[in-house]
């Protein structure tokens, strides 16, 4: 079992450019959400995926949206990136009903400079 | 609004040398909390998942409790592999249906000195 992966591990990004991060969840699992960790913070819930639709949303503005595809895997795309969006970006997976244990990936860490 | 707060931030013991770490949260209803360990620029690695008042789950030198207000994780004779950060996270019953939005605490940074 391979579990979350996640890809790429390292990006650095410049000012106003968009940024695409990609995961593919644990197998088995059909829910995919997004987490956003600054340094020293605790992860920060983004939004979560399920049978292709966005389901829910954290406290994020529009320059943060996604995509599932039909095999589950799922893309996070920021758009006219901001010094304050470099961070660790998680992807978790989990399955529908929210009653099982959430899997992370190893994150991807993202630098805009 | 849920809210959680690990104390304390940091903590440094012997080898050997037993504590616990405390996380005090808020939730409008709560559907679980959990216990994760994060080693440096890695991703949260799953340790427990608590379900109600008086529940405990141990695994190997880790033990979790859960009260109406409060969790502790309690670490026994701990080793040097055990240093990481320790995070808590509560899930409300009320974040919709399949929802698995999870509500984080800053952590606690434990560090085991041999």
């Known amino acids: 079992d391979a579990g979350v992966t996640q890809s790429p591990t390292h990006l650095i990004k410049t000012r106003g450019q968009q940024v695409t991060l990609r995961c593919s969840p644990k197998s088995g699992h059909d829910t995919v959400s997004w987490y956003q960790q600054a340094l020293g913070q605790g992860p920060q819930f983004i939004f979560q995926y399920y049978e292709e639709e966005e389901r829910q949303r954290g406290n994020f503005p529009d320059r943060f949206s996604g995509h599932q595809f039909p095999n589950y895997s799922s893309e996070l795309n920021v758009n006219a990136l901001l010094l304050g969006d470099s961070a660790l970006y998680l992807c978790?997976?989990?399955?529908?009903?929210?009653?099982?244990?959430?899997?992370f990936g190893q994150g991807t860490r993202l630098t805009v400079v | 609004e849920d809210q959680v707060t690990q104390s304390p931030e940091a903590l440094r013991l012997q080898e050997g040398e037993s504590s616990s770490l405390n996380c005090s949260y808020t939730v409008s209803g709560l559907r679980g909390l959990f216990w994760y360990r994060q080693d440096p620029g890695k991703g949260p690695e799953f340790l427990f998942t608590?379900?109600?008042a008086g529940e405990e789950k141990e695994k190997e030198r880790l033990k979790a409790t859960l009260t109406k207000k409060e969790s502790f994780l309690h670490i026994t004779a701990p080793k040097p592999e055990d240093s990481a950060t320790y995070l808590c996270?509560?899930?409300?019953?009320?974040?919709?249906?399949?929802?698995?939005?999870?509500?984080f605490g800053k952590g606690t940074k434990l560090s085991v000195i041999p």
């Open positions: 996270a509560v899930q409300s019953a009320y974040s919709g249906a399949g929802s698995y939005q999870l509500t």
């Open positions: 608590l379900y109600s």
């Open positions: 978790a997976s989990s399955l529908v009903g929210g009653r099982t244990e959430a899997f």
